[in-house]
């Protein structure tokens, strides 16, 4: 049982990498990639089409990411 | 394994990461096409050459060099003053020979002017969106499966 945790990546929202809620942070810590690009990423998408998507996203991620 | 000792070890693991800041020595407005340049270790004249012929493209430049302004922090190793100009000529003669930084540089230009050619055609850059998209997913499961694998 232990083990099985450890091999576990779970998904969080990050508390030391945070503009917002931690989101993008966590995404980054997730998949080991620097929160900064993550972060340009996510704006990018979100102002090219037409910002609503991005922030509903974003919205949704924070309610349903639990905080590490 | 307790979940301090975890931490730690994430700790660890985080620090390897590449990441991306706002240069503070090799700047013109906000250091961030010389923290693009130092990321990918090339010379920052083209990445500057590329924000400038982005600009041309109903301005994405200019709205990409703010967002990237605002949400990449200042390099926090870095003591703030500018080069001097032979520690940049220094600088230039090392990543000269640098042939996977052309690799980069080149396939960047391309898709710019790709999307030059684009514009002027006509194209409706709406559709551009769905394919990124789908190129990233891609690139995710990609990744994530060649992590698996080690």
């Known amino acids: ?68 | 394994m307790d979940y301090h000792a975890r931490e730690v070890i994430f700790m660890a693991k985080n620090s390897e990461i590449k990441r991306l800041y706002r240069s503070r020595k090799d700047k013109i407005i906000a250091g961030v096409c010389g923290g693009i340049a130092e990321y990918f270790n090339i010379d920052p004249v083209w990445t500057r050459l590329i924000a400038v012929l982005l600009c041309f493209i109903n301005g994405i430049g200019i709205i990409l060099y703010i967002i990237a302004w605002i949400l990449m922090p200042e390099n926090p190793k870095q003591k703030p003053g500018k080069m001097t100009t032979a520690e940049k000529a220094a600088k230039r003669a090392v990543k000269k020979n640098d042939m996977n930084s052309m690799v980069i540089i080149g396939i960047v230009i391309a898709v710019v002017g790709i999307l030059l050619l684009l514009k002027n055609l006509g194209f409706e850059f709406s559709l551009l969106w769905p394919f990124l998209l789908i190129a990233l997913g891609i690139f995710i499961i990609v990744r994530q499966k060649n992590e698996k694998r080690k």
């Open chain 1, 1 to 68: 049982m232990k083990q099985v945790m450890l091999m576990e990546k779970r998904l969080y929202r990050s508390k030391k990498e945070r503009m917002i809620a931690g989101v993008c942070g966590g995404l980054g810590e997730y998949f080991k990639v620097d929160p900064t690009l993550i972060r340009l990423l996510w704006v990018v998408v979100t102002v090219f089409t037409g910002f609503i998507l991005g922030i509903i996203a974003y919205i949704i991620a924070w309610i349903i990411m639990p905080e590490r």
